[in-house]
């Protein structure tokens, strides 16, 4: 039972202020104080540096509709293809079916009721001529995303199709098949444009004559042609099932990856927590267990310490990293890149 005596001791002599160290506990002392400092430090670095290894090393490290609409329409000039403008109508057609499949417990592109990509185009009342989707799910990136699009002959058909002008994207996390997920749903279309009647109307000028009163004859009416609405072709429709789009339904190695190396970043995190609230204790003890011996130096000490500790807690680990970032609410809550 000596070894359980020792550690008693050491842990009385390294926390708590009392008449055998000099009301001076030894964790406030100079070595132990910069040793503390040097933990908390090295314990941030290594989250920043976890974070910039598998999460944040593109700018693109989470997914947000506005970095699928940049990448998509990136994409699009790299291959000399105009790019497309974003259409209420068309993300709204996109956050239907996008909670239609949460909702409805599903990742196709028809419903398990029968509905079809196209539905949600019409009931977003967007008039297409052609139309596409593209779907996805279990990513942790905006670019994984795109890449796996591009990976896949028919959902890359509809990102560099030349003849779409507009476009649509939801993003939101939901549970399918009993998985919490990120889904995200990309709806391509072209609208149709009908030319309107121009009617213009030509009157005949009256011939007078001696014997005959001039008569004025009824305007002859001069209508253009109306060119008739193309009939809808069939839209581009990916009918793949969602397991042969590459990381659609499971997990890549490099988001495996990355998200055990979130975990390591969040324990991390814990562990900052845990010495901050540990610094907080030992601020009380030294004030509060003899409070008639006070050394201002070392409560001084435990309150840096604390400071140190906290502000690096608050200060999230991609704020290291690229200053130029908010958190965004939207369909979901997610980093957004400005």
């Not at 310490?305 to 609410?329: A, P, Q, R």
Request: net charge positive; glycine share 4%.
């Amino acid at each position: 039972m000596n070894w359980l005596l020792d550690i008693t001791k050491f842990c009385k002599d390294f926390f708590i202020p009392c008449a055998e160290n000099n009301f001076r506990p030894k964790s406030l002392e100079n070595r132990s104080f910069f040793v503390f400092v040097v933990i908390i430090i090295a314990i941030k670095l290594l989250g920043v540096v976890s974070y910039f290894e598998y999460l944040g090393a593109d700018i693109y490290n989470q997914i947000a509709k506005v970095d699928i609409y940049s990448l998509t329409n990136q994409i699009r000039q790299e291959n000399g293809i105009g790019i497309l403008n974003t259409k209420p109508q068309l993300e709204l057609s996109a956050q239907l079916k996008l909670n239609d499949m949460i909702q409805s417990n599903y990742f196709a592109h028809e419903s398990p009721s029968g509905y079809n990509p196209w539905h949600w185009f019409d009931k977003a009342k967007y008039n297409y001529l052609i139309a596409g989707e593209n779907l996805a799910m279990n990513f942790i990136s905006s670019k994984e995303v795109i890449n796996a699009w591009l990976n896949s002959e028919t959902h890359k058909k509809n990102l560099l199709y030349k003849d779409f002008t507009d476009i649509g994207v939801a993003v939101a996390t939901g549970k399918i098949n009993n998985q919490e997920t990120i889904v995200v749903v990309q709806h391509f279309a072209k609208p149709v444009i009908v030319t309107p009647t121009r009617v213009s109307t030509i009157k005949s000028i009256p011939i007078k004559t001696p014997s005959i009163k001039a008569s004025t004859p009824k305007p002859s009416v001069m209508v253009s042609p109306i060119v008739p609405a193309q009939t809808k072709i069939d839209p581009i429709s990916l009918k793949a099932i969602a397991s042969k789009v590459k990381g659609a339904t499971t997990l890549p190695s490099k988001a495996t990856i990355a998200n055990s190396a979130y975990y390591v970043n969040l324990t991390l995190r814990y562990l900052l927590i845990i010495i901050g609230v540990v610094t907080v204790l030992l601020l009380v003890l030294k004030v509060f267990v003899a409070i008639r011996v006070q050394y201002p130096v070392l409560i001084l000490r435990s309150v840096v310490l604390i400071l140190l500790c906290w502000s690096l807690i608050y200060f999230k680990d991609y704020e290291f990293l690229i200053g130029d970032i908010m958190i965004g609410t939207g369909d979901a809550n997610i980093m957004v890149i400005k």
